[in-house]
């Protein structure tokens, strides 16, 4: 379960989530199990962060920093993720169906039984513009 301080701060929108960060680099965001459907987290510091069980479903991530998350069992279907630095995340058995990952950079990732059913993991430009 998502830690409750966790959750309203980053419902304050991604300024409000990332100077919370830099004013609060030991702490490790738990967000597990957060209903985070459709949320604006563009350039979002998701470092180290526990997002597992999370639904992240139709979420803009672009730009993210997601290194070393764990995504474990998370929904990321039709989630937006351009240009997200995923590297050494745990995605195991994580939904990224329909997602654009295009430009992502998911180098050590743990994608084992992950649902890339339609993904867009083109290196460049999304094939959705804009979408």
């Known amino acids: 379960m998502a830690n409750s301080e966790h959750l309203a701060k980053i419902k304050e929108g991604v300024a409000a989530w990332n100077g919370w960060r830099r004013d609060n ?20 510091n998701l470092v180290k962060a526990n997002l597992s069980e999370a639904d992240l479903s ?55 039984e992950t649902d890339l059913w339609d993904a867009d993991l083109n290196p460049g430009q999304s094939r959705r513009n804009g979408r």
Do not use: H
């Not at 680099?25 to 563009?42: M, N, T």
């Not at 730009?63 to 279907?77: F, H, K, P, V």
């Open 25 to 44: 680099p030991a702490v490790v965001p738990d967000l597990d199990g957060a209903q985070l459907s459709a949320a604006k987290l563009v350039n979002a």
């Open 58 to 112: 139709g979420a803009n991530l672009c730009g993210s920093l997601l290194m070393e998350s764990t995504l474990a069992d998370a929904d990321l279907s039709d989630a937006k993720l351009r240009n997200a630095d995923m590297r050494l995340a745990d995605l195991f058995g994580s939904s990224l169906e329909d997602a654009d990952l295009s430009g992502a950079d998911l180098r050590m990732a743990n994608l084992r």
